[in-house]
């Protein structure tokens, strides 16, 4: 995996950005607003942050302008909530912020397989805030059983923004672990998969 993390001064391509405790207008540039523009002619696979379980609330903000292919769209609970299987204080009741990111990284793995089918098919994967743990889990399982490929290429990109694991300023690098039904610590990929990922974060954001 290669990643590359970034604060970019903005300019006039303007992304709306929602997700657990974030709005605002985000500006993509260079690398971020290049990958944009270069996914029409791939398959595209959104996950959304939390309250968006399908994604779609999302993709109404920032894919205006996208005239490819339809994305995918992938679907998990996208909750946050603490405690046990059983006893979640979450919006559902039902699923903590740990079921949720699980649930959503084994569709996500769905979703890359089944567009992978063509090993020759470039997968651009679109998160935000919540689904940026969702995705990152995912590149990881997905790796396990598809390892980067012997010329380095995986025609695998990830672009997350706002994510909670974004490097020494994301709230996993602040909140303590051991909190029942919270994702503990900063996801980390091992590069397994040769997935790019390209990480995009908002001056100010936590």
Known sequence: MTSRHAVRT?????????????AG?????????DFLAQVAAKTIIVVGGASDPT???????????????????????????????GLALSSDFQHTYAQSNDI?????VDAITAAKADPDEEVV???????SDVV?????????????PSDGSAKLTVIEQGSPSYIRSGVWN????????????P?????????TVVSVCVKGDY
């Open 104 to 108: 959503g990284a084994a569709a996500t």
């Open 10 to 22: 903005p300019r006039p391509i303007a992304l709306a950005v929602a997700g657990t405790g974030l």
């Open 136 to 148: 990152s889990l995912a590149v990881l399982r997905y790796g396990q059983d598809n390892p980067r």
């Open 187 to 195: 996801v980390r990929n091992n590069g397994a998969s040769g997935a």
């Open 125 to 131: 994967l679109y998160t935000i805030s919540q689904g």
């Open 55 to 85: 994604g779609k609330d999302q993709w109404a903000r920032i894919g205006r302008d996208y005239s490819g292919p339809p994305p995918v769209f992938v679907q998990y609970p996208a909750v946050f909530g603490v405690g046990f299987p």
């Open 25 to 33: 207008v985000l500006a993509l540039t260079g690398g971020g607003a």
């Open 174 to 185: 602040v909140i303590p672990a051991g909190i029942p039904g919270l994702h503990n610590g």
